[in-house]
């Protein structure tokens, strides 16, 4: 019974195995990005390339405006946030590795799956010491 439910409680710290999701959005507003609900969703494509995915966030500034990008990325180079010319410069960016992570606010399937973790591993864990 103990190791039933250890593997239980390991199981639930386990992550899916399936693609990274990020946001896809490209914008001249920035506001255009920011209500997440009606931004598409990408699966990226695990297989594309020998590096693994990872989703980006950065926000270019030159003089004719604002441009947000938020999109899987393949080949990361460390250069992603480098300006990419004397015209055009990054102002805020971001690369990250977990599903949707590349917009500004909290992550929060990623913290709803934590907080639900924390809640069954403290029922599993109350189950543990009471048949101990």
Same mark, same amino acid.
Do not use: W
């Given at each position: 019974?103990?190791?039933?439910?250890?593997?239980?409680?390991?199981?639930?710290?386990?992550?899916?195995?399936?693609?990274?999701?990020?946001?896809?959005?490209?914008?001249?507003?920035?506001?255009?990005?920011?209500? +997440?609900? &009606?931004?598409?969703?990408?699966? /990226? !494509?695990?297989?594309?390339?020998?590096?693994?995915?990872?989703?980006? @966030?950065?926000?270019?500034q030159s003089s004719l405006g604002t441009n947000l990008t938020l999109q899987c +990325?393949? &080949?990361?180079?460390?250069?992603? /946030? !480098?300006?990419?010319?004397?015209?055009?410069?990054?102002?805020?960016? @971001?690369?990250?590795?977990?599903?949707?992570?590349?917009?500004?606010?909290?992550?929060?399937?990623?913290?709803?799956?934590?907080?639900?973790?924390?809640?069954?591993?403290?029922?599993?864990?109350?189950?543990?010491?009471?048949?101990?």
């Open positions: 019974m103990k190791g039933f439910l250890l593997l239980l409680a390991s199981g639930l710290l386990l992550h899916e195995g399936a693609a990274l999701k990020c946001y896809n959005c490209q914008s001249t507003d920035t506001n255009d990005c920011t209500d +997440l609900p &009606k931004v598409q969703i990408v699966d /990226c !494509d695990p297989t594309r390339d020998a590096l693994s995915p990872v989703c980006i @966030r950065r926000v270019l +990325l393949y &080949k990361s180079t460390g250069n992603e /946030c !480098d300006s990419p010319s004397a015209t055009h410069h990054v102002t805020k960016c @971001r690369l990250c590795r977990e599903n949707l992570c590349n917009h500004s606010g909290i992550p929060y399937q990623s913290l709803a799956y934590q907080l639900t973790c924390i809640y069954f591993l403290s029922i599993l864990i109350k189950m543990i010491n009471k048949y101990m």
